[in-house]
């Protein structure tokens, strides 16, 4: 068979021709669809760039496991450099790539359109996946996002940048999703489409505003009045910390946005959290990280994956831990501003992640001797959520008296 040049799209008769051409020995249902991946493999060159809605790929490999309810099959890789199978037909082929009219005559012959927009619009998205590509300033430090933690490489994004890199790096022990590395790269290298980086960490940051994250949104739900509040028997006197709330009277209530990536509003067992929680209690806990690491990778706004990341190494690794809560709590803020005086009650759901980041936070720093901060933290949960279903009015005196950290404190 004769290569076809890639270039302008073909006329429908002549894809009609080159499809004629394709299956002209082939019957049945079957035996298209093995032409078809034939005449594909022969004329096209993978791995190959192409798009799947819009998103730059890698098409590695496209086959037929003799499933004619599936059809033909593609196998392509991200940027980031995960691997997933979908059908062919979802691949859009750019209008330069070599094997482009086999692919389209594969489309027309299913009966979709041959030449679908994306492809008309390659070589700018091609230009776009170079400049996510291009090489890296190795002669001043790079500040890089952590999104993905193993115990040998760090998956980043760079700062001001949607550009993915691998840090190559196992001194990372304190590094978590959000955290900004600052490094001193040494080499930089391609590999399956992929850029990697080595060198030596010289610093790590939490600096919640240098993620360019869009703030998750604070929905208001009227007035809080003290004076709907139970505050105890009303001839015992009201609790020293509660009495600045009681006079300072009535305050707007909101309810914090929850962001929980691939969760489905309509299933209420969908809830990847949950899903976590339930793989840890069954004792698998590489799986049930995998599903909190993922969450912050899909977004970094998923407060209830930092909360429950700290939680899990709460008795571990507490610098890792504190860290994890203070990332949570940091983005969380984001939404609040300096100025916020507000509500944010734990009887309304979403407010809970924000509201369990700080918990952790302030626990940490009562275990590590850090008594100010961790008075302060819990002094603003109280604020926060007057309710205080965390119980912090049962460990605040002894916070603000300097006890040290029992571990049946908590």
Known sequence: MNKQKPGSNMDL??????????????????EPLWAFLQAIEDETDLPASCFVMGEPVTVTAVDYDGNERRGLKATCRRDDGSVYVLSLADVVWPASAAGVHHVA?????LNIEPYPEESRQSVRSNQQKRMMNEEIDLD?????????????????????????????????????????????????????????????????????????????????????????????????PVDDWAQPII????????????????????????????????????????????????????D??????????????????LPASIRHYEVGLRIGELSLGEDF????????VDNRPFLRCMHGYGLCLWRLGNYDD????????????????????????????????QDDDY
């Open 140 to 236: 001043k430090p790079v500040d890089l996002i952590a999104l993905v933690v193993t115990s040998r490489a760090v998956r980043c994004r760079l700062l001001e940048s949607e550009q993915i890199v691998t840090l190559n790096n196992s001194r990372h022990r304190d590094v978590v999703p959000g955290v900004i590395i600052t490094v001193v790269a040494k080499k930089q290298w391609l590999f399956n489409g992929h850029r990697y980086l080595s060198g030596e960490i010289k610093s790590t940051r939490i600096d919640a505003k240098a993620l360019t994250l869009v703030p998750l949104q604070l929905d208001p739900l009227g007035q809080w009045d003290p004076r709907d509040e139970y505050w105890g028997e009303a001839e015992r």
């Open 300 to 317: 970094l706004r998923c407060l209830d994956a930092h909360a429950h990341l700290g939680n899990y190494l709460f008795d571990v690794h």
């Open 13 to 30: 008769s002549a894809l009609d021709e080159l499809i004629e051409e394709i299956i002209v020995d082939a019957y049945g249902d079957d």
């Open 341 to 348: 005086n507000g509500v944010l009650s734990w009887g309304c």
């Open 374 to 405: 961790a008075l302060q933290v819990f002094q603003r949960m109280l604020w926060l959520n007057p309710s205080d279903n965390q119980g912090i009015r049962f460990i605040i005196d002894e916070v603000r008296m300097k006890k040290a950290w």
């Open 105 to 109: 005559a594969f489309r027309r012959w």
């Open 247 to 298: 006079n300072y009277g009535s305050r707007p209530r909101f309810e914090m946005e929850q962001v929980i990536p691939g969760e489905d509003p309509d299933d209420p067992f969908s809830d990847p959290v949950t899903q976590s929680n339930n793989l840890k209690n069954a004792g698998d806990f590489a799986a049930a990280l995998k599903i909190l690491t993922d969450l912050c990778q899909a």
